[in-house]
């Protein structure tokens, strides 16, 4: 849903951007669409916003220059980093957008670890969600991961989530449905 309402955003102002005279959008329109960008992991389309920016935008900006270390993180695949660009203070128009990014990427920081890993130390753990020893206990209470007894950092044994089976589907059957639909066209 939230992701879709960002889609729409992206379209919105990719449009109003591209109807600019001259081509030069406010800043509150390139930070809104740069934030949208993040939100949506198009680190493509956000690398060639932050070229056609002026220089001019930028320099006096230190919001899109923010934005940009977060950027960055994300293009280097540096989660502490991440974490540590995006705690800023955001201004009105990109502050949700931005508090989104930081809990989504947090969630799927965690269901990556809980996939590729079968321990990891609380501290590792820590620092790869920016999370607090006691946000930790409480998050591997709800997801059910255990947490080995002992001198700090303790070792946690997360809980692999349930695997999607995908559905085979065997020549045969794709040969019978492609039969059935001629069938009924030619019928």
Not at 24 to 32: G, N, W
Not at 101 to 107: G, H, S, Y
Not at 113 to 125: H, K, M, P, T, W
Not at 156 to 170: A, E, G, W
């Amino acid at each position: 849903m939230f992701f879709e309402k960002i889609r729409q955003l992206t379209l919105l102002l990719e449009k109003q951007e591209l109807e600019a005279p001259n081509g030069i959008v406010s800043v509150q329109l390139y930070s809104e669409l740069f934030a949208a960008y993040l939100y949506q992991n198009d680190l493509s389309n956000a690398r060639y916003l932050w070229k056609r920016i002026p220089p001019n935008v930028k320099a006096g900006h230190s919001e899109l220059d923010q934005m940009y270390k977060v950027f960055q993180c994300q293009w280097n695949n540096d989660t502490a980093g991440f974490y540590k660009a995006i705690n800023y203070d955001w201004s009105k128009h990109v502050s949700e957008l931005m508090f989104e990014l930081k809990e989504k990427m947090q969630q799927e920081t965690v269901n990556l670890i809980g996939r590729a890993y079968s321990s990891i130390f609380e501290n590792v753990l820590a620092e790869m969600t920016n999370q607090t020893p006691d946000m930790i206990d409480e998050m591997c209470k709800n997801l059910n991961w255990e947490i080995i007894d002992g001198p700090r950092p303790r070792l946690i044994l997360p809980k692999h989530p349930p695997v999607d089976k995908p559905l085979v589907v065997t020549a045969e059957d794709q040969l019978q449905k492609l039969t059935d639909f001629v069938s009924f066209l030619e019928n």
